[in-house]
């Protein structure tokens, strides 16, 4: 496999600068073929680093200086416009002046997409870049595709999404003819809000995707489908409800473990098993988030990452650059 | 409290029509003041009537035969005009010419919301009548409004699922100044599709409600919000998100317990008290969903329904005969 770089926005997430640094350390590590930029003030982020162990690697990383910082508060499109020297935006100018393959942030979900768009822009035909996170089943991983800042899809803005959602499984997660399905408030093809019940015939009709029908919500998590296709505005409640809803479970738990002397027994015995089995389900545990349909790879990385989130999605950019995702899907749009 | 007759849809639901008549007979039991038309097969309902000890209160209990069924998998609006001798479309037409206060039935949503809908009618004033479950949360019971079949929605139309969801959280559940919110993406006023972009300051011009803004669905399950206002489409995306990552955190809590002598050891010692816990969470266990704005009352209960979930069905109905809920929708709408 060959080399790539990866620049790293090194202020963005809840954790920022230590995390992100710590995962930069991480991945040089764990891959000998990787390039890092580091966008951040230069002196913070070369303290952290050689701090953490990085010091060895250092010949493979660019320091680049930078100034500001974009807020997750700040309104995206007016962050991008003015904070010109913010470590996110001078990221992504790097990429898309070829500097860097991949750029990976955990900062504001709002300024990655909107500078995702502005700076390094859609490939040709691509009427919008969706951002499509892994998500946990009990078979393993589907990709919920659209959790973006677009809302109000049209038609071929689903479609798009199937066809370059299939593209990711395939290559990425090398899946065979992975299943394709659609957001919907029942199985049957007449269900379904105006934009599914437009869209459905549509992907039933689209050539090189294996389109399995509807899937309803409550199926999700089981696994039935490989690509989950839907607006925006139903991907983020989805993603939300996974979050919501496993929460509150982890604190209905705590309180069945800690009702009595024999529960808290009963706890200490099965809370390490029970760990393990629901971190399985965490959606922020799958690396970032990649936004496809863009000429470069774009990765959001959940804002409460940890090294280890940071590492995984800088490794991921590896696979994404010798898949040759964004040629495909420029061949195939 | 005064009497209240109930008309019961023998048929509707995966374990009719052993488990609605089974209900009935537990209601009966529980409350002096009601009672029942039990619509189906008469011989059949009669037997598991007496069968389930009803005998005693009989003369409580009118059986109103009828010959038809109307499945799930059937179209609604066909089902409903076709199949007039069925126990759903009999049970709709008494409560309709005043022989009964409110409808009860586990059977096709659609079926149910159409009924409900072209036989009984809306409050004049009312432009759509949404289906309205309570879920459960962290702190107790919120409303989410709407879950109906009608997609797709105007801000009209969330204007008034606030306004009726607010009368039924304060009346019915005895909530002072229930705090409604609508779903969206972000907290921020700027977020979110164009209906919500639209809905919101109109919601926050509402004289009579308490409108708190935005709620993003990762918050619903803590029960921030009495009333959660939405679109039908995400309505049913969020229930339906409750029941499929419930169900499985059921599956990897049992694999985690089934994983060693040490973990079944310990499961033995907590199941019970999480068992206790997790119930609490389901939200088939809330009775039935209220269709509101109609001229009498409909309430939809769970598909898979037990007798116990029924019996909670019929007995809520008085409640909301005492409280006038009807007579006060129209009023304020």
Chains 1, 2 share one sequence.
Do not use: W
């Amino acid at each position: 496999m060959g080399k790539y770089t990866v620049a790293l926005d090194c202020m963005g997430g809840d954790n920022a600068p230590i995390e992100p640094v710590k995962g930069a350390v991480m991945a040089l590590k764990s891959d000998p073929d990787l390039n890092l930029i580091l966008t951040g003030p230069e002196d913070e982020i070369r303290r952290i680093f050689n701090e953490n162990g990085g010091g060895e690697n250092a010949d493979r990383v660019t320091f680049q200086n930078t100034t500001e910082v974009i807020e997750t508060a700040e309104m995206p499109t007016k962050a991008i416009m003015k904070k010109k020297d913010s470590s996110l935006v001078v990221a992504m100018n790097l990429v898309k002046h070829d500097s860097a393959d991949a750029f990976v942030s955990a900062g504001s979900t709002g300024a990655v997409l909107v500078g995702g768009q502005t700076i390094i822009g859609r490939i040709p035909g691509v009427k919008r870049a969706p951002l499509a996170p892994l998500i946990p089943t009990e078979k393993g991983v589907s990709l919920l595709i659209d959790c973006g800042a677009n809302m109000d899809s049209k038609p071929i803005n689903l479609l798009q999404f199937a066809r370059m959602g299939s593209i990711y499984m395939n290559k990425i997660m090398k899946i065979d003819n992975p299943k394709v399905a659609i957001v919907n408030v029942g199985a049957e093809e007449e269900k379904g809000n105006m934009l599914v019940k437009e869209t459905f015939p549509q992907l039933k009709a689209l050539p090189g995707i294996n389109f399995i029908g509807s899937i309803e919500a409550r199926d999700i998590t089981a696994g039935y489908a490989d690509v989950i296709v839907c607006d925006a505005f139903v991907g983020n409640v989805i993603l939300k409800m996974y979050e919501g809803v496993g929460i509150t479970f982890f604190h209905l738990i705590k309180k069945a473990y800690l009702k009595n002397l024999k529960t808290k027994l009963g706890a200490a015995l099965t809370i390490s098993s029970l760990k393990e089995e629901l971190k399985k389900f965490d959606p922020s545990k799958y690396g970032g988030a990649p936004m496809l349909g863009l000429k470069k790879l774009v990765v959001k990385t959940h804002g409460s990452s940890k090294a280890q989130e940071f590492s995984t999605s800088i490794l991921q950019c590896k696979e994404f650059k010798e898949q040759k995702i964004s040629e495909t899907v420029a061949e195939m749009i």
